[in-house]
């Protein structure tokens, strides 16, 4: 396990934050397109030596402090009866809707197919030095959803809309099965915290998301009880004050997107980690640049104490984008641990 970021579970006050990204192995990095030169993209997540090394990649070349899962968030959505494919967007058999809703199915068998996520976790720990830590991930009920709905998580995703009040909750009742399914068996091959990640949920109205989304995280908290994290795309504090409001048990932490100033946000957290948020289309800009960017952006969060930013992981408002320069993302981590070191 690493130091830092099990001291940031803890709250406790450290003078360097753990650093970690979310798309930390993906298209960007030569070592992930190396991998995809010989292997499938369904390879990489579903064998769990192909998982572990591609997970292991940005490890060995940034150093970050924990390692995340590389896989999809999709595959429940395969289990689910739904059919999965990379070409090389993902591609479902069938878009769900009033009529093609029956076709969903759940129980042993679609959990099954999850069991992968398990065996990848634990080939990942296997691989991963003892000073690094590990984390796994699904997606959320609602983004879940909308991939189901819409085939992807872009526009105005009007149906989706429209099913949230007639479908999502059943939906649910199918999907929280397998996802505590998979949480599990991550936690139990060597994850140390579980991310949640719902790209979609800032399509919602913190209303909306509040009535119908924010009570499905119920069962998953109870559950795993300081053991999940959250991380929704485009939400408001409206929507995390719903989502950490009305649970029993908290989350082990949030991330937070670049729409939100972090060096205000840090001194009020109360409850676990809170990640981010540097903006990861700044990684792309002229080296130069960049690292005024970013020195930019650490300003306001050095000037807080250790005790006023406990709890702090460092990462961007979302994940790596394609076309990073490699040696950004380096220099991230480099300035990082020089700035607070």
């Known amino acids: 396990m690493n130091k830092r970021f099990q001291a940031a579970l803890k709250r406790e006050p450290q003078a360097i934050p753990p650093i970690w990204l979310m798309r930390q192995a993906g298209r960007y990095h030569a070592h992930y397109q190396a991998l995809r030169k010989k292997h499938g993209f369904v390879e990489?997540?579903?064998?769990?030596?192909?998982?572990a090394e591609t997970t292991m990649g940005p490890i060995r070349d940034f150093d970050f402090d924990a390692a995340i899962l590389f896989s999809d968030l999709l595959f429940p959505l395969e289990a689910m009866g739904m059919g999965l494919k990379y070409d090389p967007a993902p591609q479902l058999d069938?878009?769900?809707?009033?009529?093609t809703f029956s076709r969903l199915r759940g129980g042993d068998e679609a959990k099954a197919m999850l069991d992968f996520q398990g065996e990848a976790v634990k080939a990942c720990r296997e691989a991963l030095p003892k000073?690094?830590?590990?984390i796994g991930f699904v997606g959320g009920p609602w983004t879940l959803f909308v991939y189901a709905v819409e085939g992807s998580h872009k526009g105005s995703l009007t149906q989706s809309k429209r099913m949230l009040r007639s479908h999502f909750l059943s939906f649910c009742e199918i999907l929280m099965p397998l996802l505590k399914h998979t949480?599990?068996?991550?936690?139990?091959?060597?994850?140390?915290?579980?991310?949640i990640f719902d790209t979609a949920a800032g399509e919602l109205s913190p209303w909306d998301f509040d009535f119908y989304v924010a009570p499905q995280f119920t069962p998953l908290t109870t559950w795993f009880p300081g053991k999940l994290g959250y991380y929704g795309k485009g939400v408001t504090n409206s929507h995390y004050k719903s989502a950490l409001g009305s649970q029993p048990r908290p989350f082990?932490?949030?991330g937070?997107?670049?729409?939100?100033?972090?060096?205000?946000?840090?001194?009020?957290?109360k409850q676990g980690f809170l990640q981010g948020n540097f903006d990861q289309s700044s990684l792309h800009l002229d080296s130069n640049d960049f690292e005024t960017a970013l020195n930019d952006y650490l300003g306001p969060i050095r000037d807080l104490s250790p005790e006023q930013r406990a709890g702090w992981v460092a990462g961007l408002g979302h994940g790596v984008l394609p076309l990073t320069p490699e040696a950004n993302v380096k220099r991230y981590v480099e300035i990082i641990r020089k700035t607070f070191g």
């Open 183 to 195: 949480i599990q068996r991550q936690l139990d091959g060597g994850a140390e915290v579980v991310m």
């Open 94 to 99: 069938f878009q769900l809707s009033p009529e």
């Open 131 to 134: 000073d690094k830590s590990l």
């Open 256 to 269: 937070v997107d670049h729409r939100f100033e972090i060096s205000e946000l840090l001194p009020n957290h």
């Open 252 to 254: 082990a932490g949030l």
């Open 44 to 51: 990489l997540c579903k064998i769990p030596e192909l998982a």
